[in-house]
């Protein structure tokens, strides 16, 4: 007699180990879907979300304010001196580009290595990965301190006699950083097309019928329009994977190119994209987290999709732990007195309290997870993830600061303090990233219907031929495989 246990082992059938969870709880229907997803694009608007973006459109004009008052008075309104010449415009930039990093990795990694647990929290990433782009670009612009001559790390022709400095890894950084929000921005784009036309099917109001109209191409859900959109997105998947190793290596080469004791190191590239994807897990958990319980996404954003992200952050955390291990050893095994000091003042000098906020908060906090029971709770996955993000902006400032304020002559050593300019365009840089992921929750679909409908099965009591099941209301869905109800699609 078989076991009630489905997953025993039976002698008359192989084992084959426990089931997954699922990846959609709830035993919803595909029509569900569709209307959960679709109907926090098209309902009326509510207090709690204008409320939020009141808020950060404040923040935002404190951002905009801050940097006309930048620009009239000079970049001395910062904190930065001799020898900090490098203060936290940097420190942000490089915070926001590693947040951008998580996007990239669960949309285009795991959709090329077919992991279907991607599918719920896809477009989250991708959208954060825009935003964090966008919060990113604002601090080199400003950074150059002439900000009306930023046209000079441009390529432009060179009847000026100045052409730009193409051995400077901060003209690599404008490569690539465009180069990644471009690809990105295609990418986030192109997976957004079959859910636009379905709002564009369901919306009642003119202006969103027309805006949701062009936003999907004139998507008909045929056989054909299917098959060109999965290799478009397979094409731009596959280009946009190298982006999450090569954008961060980049970014890190600002340091490690230089001759300066504490940038000057190898380690610095994996370095940097171990803790970029880091960052980047650490702020999808901190949106989702509260999105999903705000806009009854549960059966679709599960325990599983944040306990496979916790897992990552497990291991990226390791690798940056590892890292920090590694710069102490390889300062001592290189018998530079100076390269020595520049570690040994990073956990003893002046700003020993952001270098163990940094580890506590980055390798200590993540052996949390390690506890499934904690790693499947969200309000704790949720403070956690915030843990992280500190722990990674206080990674960037100690790289920073800690290796600058104190130079090879202890006459040039001064203390680095941020002043009210410094925190106010910290904070205004959440309110535009916040801004613009509001915008986003409020009229763009939050899920990737499409996909998320590909990793259920289908039940058998549910009728593929009802109107709006494969098209009218409801033309997302991707016909199966001997399915021609799509009439004249060749």
Not at 74 to 79: D, F, K, R, Y
Request: contains cysteine.
């Amino acid at each position: 007699m078989a076991s009630a246990d489905p997953t025993a082992f039976r002698d008359d059938t192989p084992w084959i180990g426990p089931a997954r969870a699922p990846l959609v709880t709830g035993g919803k229907s595909l029509r569900w879907i569709t209307d959960r997803v679709t109907g926090l694009a098209l309902r009326d608007t509510p207090w709690q979300w204008t409320a939020a973006f009141v808020v950060s459109v404040l923040l935002t004009l404190m951002l905009l304010g801050n940097i006309a008052f930048l620009i009239f008075r000079g970049v001395g309104v910062w904190g930065n001196n001799v020898p900090v010449a490098w203060g936290w415009p940097i420190v942000n930039f490089v915070f926001w580009v590693g947040i951008g990093h998580a996007g990239t990795l669960i949309s285009a990694i795991l959709f090329l290595f077919r992991q279907n647990w991607r599918t719920g929290i896809n477009r989250f990433a991708e959208a954060m990965t825009i935003f964090a782009v966008v919060c990113a670009g604002t601090f080199p612009a400003i950074h150059v301190g002439r900000i009306w001559v930023v046209y000079w790390l441009a390529p432009y022709p060179n009847q000026m006699a100045m052409w730009p400095q193409f051995r400077s890894p901060l003209l690599w950084d404008v490569f690539a950083v465009n180069t990644y929000f471009t690809v990105s921005l295609l990418f986030w784009y192109m997976g957004m097309i079959p859910d636009l036309a379905t709002l564009r099917d369901r919306a009642k109001n003119k202006i969103a019928q027309f805006a949701y109209g062009i936003g999907s191409m004139g998507w008909t859900g045929s056989s054909r329009a299917w098959w060109r959109y999965e290799k478009a997105y397979m094409l731009l998947a596959a280009l946009a994977a190298p982006l999450v190793l090569s954008v961060h290596t980049i970014v890190s080469f600002d340091f490690a190119v230089s001759q300066l004791a504490g940038w000057h190191t190898t380690i610095f590239p994996p370095y940097f994209v171990a803790g970029a994807v880091f960052s980047g897990f650490g702020m999808v958990l901190t949106l989702i987290i509260p999105a999903r319980e705000w806009f009854g996404l549960k059966e679709i954003v599960t325990l599983r999709h944040l306990e496979n992200m916790c897992k990552v952050i497990i291991v990226t955390g390791n690798m940056v732990g590892y890292a920090y291990a590694m710069e102490f050893f390889v300062a001592w095994y290189s018998g530079n007195m100076y390269e020595a000091y520049a570690f040994i003042n990073r956990a003893l000098g002046p700003y020993w309290w952001s270098y163990w906020i940094m580890v506590s908060c980055n390798v200590i906090t993540p052996f949390l997870f390690y506890s499934k029971k904690l790693r499947t709770t969200p309000w704790i996955i949720f403070v956690i993830s915030i843990f992280v993000n500190i722990g990674m902006w206080f990674e960037r400032f100690v790289i920073t600061i800690t290796s600058l304020h104190r130079s090879n002559l202890p006459s040039a050593w001064k203390y680095f303090s941020p002043t009210p300019v410094d925190y106010m365009m910290l904070l205004g840089s959440f309110g535009l990233f916040f801004t613009l992921f509001l915008l986003f929750c409020r009229y763009l679909p939050m899920c990737a219907i499409a996909e998320v409908k590909s990793t259920m099965p289908q039940p058998e009591h549910e009728n593929l031929n009802a109107p709006g099941a494969h098209t009218g209301q409801d033309s997302i869905n991707p016909p199966q495989a001997g399915d021609f109800r799509t009439e004249g699609a060749y």
